[in-house]
């Protein structure tokens, strides 16, 4: 059984991005983080798992892994699943629903794994169990070790409480920090993206600037644990933490409901003040007055918004652009086709292995400093 006040807290996010979101979570002070594959791991109590789901940008989930055994039989299970001291975690009154996986085991029914942990819990704890709950205890067998752990945010880390308008293809804010992060973003520099959407790189890059923490705005699942301490999250939130941002975020696109959405989303996260959109087509991007900065771009691609062959104009004249006009900035360019990123003729360092997104597959190419 683990320790009640140190254990193991699972940070999830896309594969690939697990080296990314480690760096991040090391940088904001968390002990022995660790790339795993699927996201990090690090140790600590619930005040870490408040901090990490109130402070880290890239992770899709916080995880509290509360327990770890060997099993082979459901019987065993059954009777394990009960040894676990459910009343001292979660609330009698706050319906649970169980989520299980089972690979290279000996149980690998996950229907029935669901159903004998969702009985253990509602007849140790009284808790009702129901598909739609907001609690999701989380059952993952692997070669008959079977791992427990308690969702503690609830809804996915990238909702942060701002984006009432979405455009057809947004990208994950969580994917967005952790793009900006291996750029070498830290907050210190103007940003622009010339494609913005509804504004995810530039609102985001603009919460880092002012140092927001990412969790202001919205409510987690662990707020409905029997470890949940209102009055030290209270002060945990409380920390004044934000800065002056040293530079601003721009963000332009040709669609005028797109830079509507992102001025309404920037508004919503309380960074209008540090943010300035305008609508305007590619062709007429420019660096804003003074020192350079980063270029982040996430242009219309292939299967997610027309024809791969009828985007290699826009990605032409995009990287015509900015070779032209944007000479000591550095360009993030996500996409999901490699020949895209080709036909911008930007001066692209080695990309790093493309990342799932939506069924696809993205990814980012950086350059240096352009000349
Ligand atoms: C994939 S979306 C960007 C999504 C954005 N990263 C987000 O998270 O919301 C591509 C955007 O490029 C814009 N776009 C397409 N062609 C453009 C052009 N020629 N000039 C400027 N923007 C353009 C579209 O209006 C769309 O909003």
Redesign the pocket.
Same mark, same amino acid.
């Given at each position: 059984m683990t320790s009640p006040d140190q254990f193991e807290i699972f940070l999830t996010t896309f594969p690939g991005l697990e080296a990314t979101l480690c760096a991040e979570v090391r940088g904001k002070g968390f002990k022995l983080a660790k790339p795993v594959p699927g996201g990090v791991t690090i140790r600590g109590g619930w005040p870490e798992v408040w901090r990490a789901n109130l402070w880290i940008r890239g992770a899709g989930r916080v995880l509290a892994r509360i327990d770890a055994f060997h099993v082979t039989h459901l019987a065993h299970l059954d009777s394990r699943a009960r040894q676990v001291p459910w009343a001292s975690l979660l609330r009698p009154d706050m319906p649970v629903r169980v989520e299980a996986s089972c690979a290279a085991s000996r149980l690998y029914h996950s229907g029935a794994v669901e159903q004998r942990i969702a009985t253990a819990i509602r007849e140790t704890l009284g808790a009702p169990v129901a598909a739609e709950a907001g609690i999701t205890v989380m059952a993952r067998i692997e070669h008959d070790r079977c791992t427990l752990s308690l969702d503690t945010s609830g809804e996915p880390l990238h909702k942060r409480g701002y984006k009432a308008a979405v455009?057809p293809?947004? /990208?994950r804010e969580t994917m967005?920090s952790l793009f900006l992060l291996a750029c070498g973003y830290d907050g210190r520099e103007p940003v622009l993206d010339?494609?913005?959407?509804?504004?995810?790189?530039v609102i985001e890059a603009a919460e880092i600037a002012a140092r927001l923490n990412p969790g202001r705005q919205r409510h987690f699942a662990f707020e409905h644990f029997a470890t949940f301490d209102s009055e030290a999250w209270a002060r945990m939130r409380a920390v004044a933490s934000s800065r002056a941002p040293a530079a601003r975020c721009h963000g332009s696109?040709?669609?005028a409901g797109?830079v509507a959405m992102s001025r309404a989303n920037a508004d919503r996260a309380g960074v209008a003040s540090h943010v300035e959109f305008r609508q305007c087509?590619?062709s007429d991007a420019a660096p804003p007055e003074g020192p350079p900065g980063l270029v982040m771009v996430?242009?219309?691609y292939g299967a997610r918004?027309g024809d791969k062959a009828a985007l290699v104009p /826009?990605y032409r004249a995009l990287g015509q652009v900015l070779r032209q006009r944007f000479a000591g900035w550095r360009v993030g360019l996500v996409t999901g086709e490699p020949s895209l990123a080709q036909a911008t003729a930007l001066p692209f360092l080695p990309p790093a292995a493309p990342v799932p997104h939506g069924g696809l597959r993205v990814s980012l190419y950086r350059t240096a400093p352009l000349p």
């Open positions: 455009n293809a947004p /990208l967005a010339p494609m913005c959407g509804a504004g995810t790189f696109d040709r669609d797109a087509t590619i996430n242009p219309p918004m /826009l």
